[in-house]
């Protein structure tokens, strides 16, 4: 059975960092792309980061997040990271994890949330004024 949990999310300052985890079992995330999703009330849901091991998949940052977030992976831990940096209170949401999800390169012309096939619970963000 394929398990994802998110952890990590809480409330920060505008400007704060927060690490997301996202701990996998029954699936091995080094051989599937791995996103980062978020969904804020009353709207739709935002992939926002797209991550693999694998050497011909790109890697895909959403323009709202992009040279502040930042996605890795510890394949001993089969665990994936997602370092939020300078959040703004817009980035508040619910944030999860999915694997495996489309392709990295398809990211900016297709929905990432349609080829998902596993997701965790989600983990709140808060960012405050």
Not at 62 to 82: A, H, I, M, P, Q
Request: hydrophobic share 30%; charged share 15%; aromatic share 10%.
């Amino acid at each position: 059975q394929v398990q994802l949990v998110e952890s990590g999310g809480g409330s920060v300052q505008s400007g704060g960092s927060l690490r997301l985890s996202c701990a996998a079992s029954g699936i091995t995330l080094a051989h599937y792309a791995v996103g980062w999703f978020r969904q804020a009330p009353g709207k739709e849901r935002e992939g926002v980061a797209c991550f693999s091991n694998s050497p011909y998949s790109a890697t895909y940052y959403s323009n709202s997040v992009k040279e502040r977030f930042t996605g890795t992976g510890d394949n001993s831990k089969n665990t994936v990271y997602l370092q939020m940096n300078n959040l703004k209170p817009g980035d508040t949401a619910v944030y999860y994890c999915a694997a495996p999800v489309l392709r990295c390169s398809d990211w900016a012309t297709k929905n990432p949330a349609s080829g998902a096939r596993y997701w965790g619970q989600g983990t709140q963000v808060t960012v405050s004024a």
